[in-house]
């Protein structure tokens, strides 16, 4: 069975740095795409970054320069490096993964999801 557990999200000061985690368990984590999105309270989850298997990435305009993914294939965990967090990043944020290596930023090219963590960035 898979899933997807997210971890360190909290409240932190506008410019600080935080970097979240994904757990992925079900064996299928080295062989996927994996993605972060973020929703904000009153809008649609929206793409923020995206790593293939291979190590490809690609970021959103909004984050690009300041958030790094990455991922360790041999803990199978996702990460999300955050750093010159403003109040606008201020969301929940969730791991998606993508078994069919679409590497698309919809989220209906996601075919599993974490439960989420909240970042609030206070100005």
């Known amino acids: 069975q898979v899933q997807l557990v997210e971890s360190g999200g909290r409240l932190v000061q506008a410019g600080d740095s935080l970097r979240l985690s994904c757990a992925v368990s079900?064996?299928?984590?080295?062989?996927?795409?994996m993605a972060w999105f973020r929703q904000a309270p009153g809008k649609e989850r929206a793409f923020v970054a995206s790593?293939?298997?291979?190590?490809?990435?690609d970021y959103s305009d909004s984050v690009k320069g300041r958030f790094t993914i990455s991922r360790d294939n041999a803990k199978g965990t996702l990460y999300l490096q955050m750093n010159s967090l403003e109040p606008e990043d201020t969301a929940v944020y969730y791991c998606?993964?993508?078994?069919?290596?679409?590497?698309?930023?919809?989220?209906?090219?996601?075919?599993?999801w974490g439960q989420g963590t909240q970042v609030t960035v206070s100005s």
């Open positions: 790593i293939s298997w291979d190590l490809n990435t």
């Open positions: 998606a993964l993508d078994l069919y290596s679409r590497m698309g930023a919809s989220i209906f090219e996601y075919d599993y």
């Open positions: 079900g064996g299928i984590f080295t062989s996927s795409h």
